[in-house]
């Protein structure tokens, strides 16, 4: 059973946070790993698969044939299953669908972005207590791994501990804060006082969140810690952008560490859109150089891998995997 206790967590991250990423972070020290958030759904129209050349359980959009959410043992005890909903019904469904294969399920209440706010998703539940504490109190009841959720602060302090306090008394483990408004963008301050307040006041466990912008070390994560006063923390830009920034001996140079996401998203066939996406987020202004040009231009993982002397490596094995009948989805990004 997971502990929210002096944790250093992934935070999920739509497109980044898939199984190379999070297996990634685990290498580099994070404890816990969110997966991106997935809607519930997609996940109610796909199928579990064991894949026995991968060694991963797959779920399979029925529709299309690609892969929605695949996992391997190797993160079972530290995967959290981030959902997308609002309906307590569908999560149900869905959590009991998938509790076996993953350690918490996670809810997002603070996502703004358009698409959720206007399903009544995300940063939605905000505004509706009694909604949010309908869908988290019967995940509680429906399954035995821990339930949590994930939001962002509202306007004043009060508001913030009134909503936590409600979705608290839903039996939920633990409760991911990020110090922002749904309002507000990653450029406004993140508040930490208010995280730390929050913290104060709930007797379950807090996971700070919101602070990459001043967090471009390992000490700095212990800074961030002691300012919202919570032992758990949680990185998503930090960790996007250098996911060696979980080690406590330093982050690594990025071509190691992009480097070795290139061999899981080989080992794990990861698609190449989602690679060449994730590896783009880490080159960001590298993208200007001749490299980050030629890699711009790559559509194949062997194009991508070639740019990082692993051309070879990537031809071995997906010859075996091919071999071995493996034939999940197009080779080349879309
Ligand atoms: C996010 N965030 C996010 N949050 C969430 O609950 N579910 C999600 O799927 C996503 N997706 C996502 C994608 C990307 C590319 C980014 C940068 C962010 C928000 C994220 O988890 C976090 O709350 C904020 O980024 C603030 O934390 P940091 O970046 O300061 O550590």
Not at 132 to 158: G, M, Q
Not at 164 to 180: F, Q
Not at 226 to 233: A, D, L, Q, V
Not at 239 to 244: G, K, L, P, T, V
């Amino acid at each position: 059973m997971l502990i929210y206790e002096g944790k250093n967590v992934l935070a999920p991250m739509v497109r980044i946070g898939t199984l190379p990423m999070r297996l990634l972070a685990l290498d580099y020290g994070a404890d816990i790993v969110y997966c991106e958030e997935l809607i519930d759904w997609k996940l109610l129209r796909s199928v579990r698969k064991e894949n026995v050349v991968l060694g991963t359980i797959d779920y399979i959009d029925k529709t299309d044939g690609t892969v929605v959410f695949r996992t391997t043992s190797r993160e079972k005890d530290k995967v959290v299953f981030q959902l997308g909903t609002c309906s307590a019904e569908r999560a149900v469904k869905v959590a009991q669908m998938l509790e076996k294969d993953v350690a918490a399920i996670d809810v997002n209440m603070g996502c703004p972005k358009k698409f959720s706010v206007d399903g009544g998703m995300g940063a939605a539940l905000l505004s509706k207590p009694e909604k949010a504490f309908e869908i988290l109190s019967s995940l509680v009841k429906a399954v035995n791994v821990p339930v949590t959720c994930k939001i962002r602060v509202l306007p004043s302090l009060d508001e913030t501990v009134e909503l936590c306090k409600i979705l608290e008394s839903s039996g939920i483990m633990a409760i991911a804060v990020h110090g922002r408004t749904k309002e507000e963008r990653q450029q406004h301050a993140n508040r930490n006082d208010v995280i730390q307040a929050v913290a104060k006041n709930l007797k379950i466990p807090v996971i700070a969140n919101g602070g990459s912008k001043e967090i471009e070390s390992y000490e700095d994560i212990a800074k961030f810690r002691e300012n919202t006063g919570c032992s758990c923390i949680m990185l998503a830009r930090a960790a996007e952008w250098n996911c060696s920034i979980f080690r406590a001996e330093g982050k690594l140079p990025l071509d190691e560490v992009i480097k070795s996401y290139l061999k899981y998203a080989v080992d794990f066939d990861n698609a190449p859109a989602n690679t060449k996406y994730c590896i783009q987020n880490m080159l960001r202004e590298l993208q200007e150089t001749p490299r980050g040009k030629k890699f711009l231009e790559a559509q194949t993982l062997e194009q991508m891998c070639s740019l990082w002397d692993m051309g070879e490596y990537c031809r071995q094995k997906q010859q075996e995997y091919r071999k071995l009948g493996l034939l999940t989805r197009r080779d080349v990004v879309p």
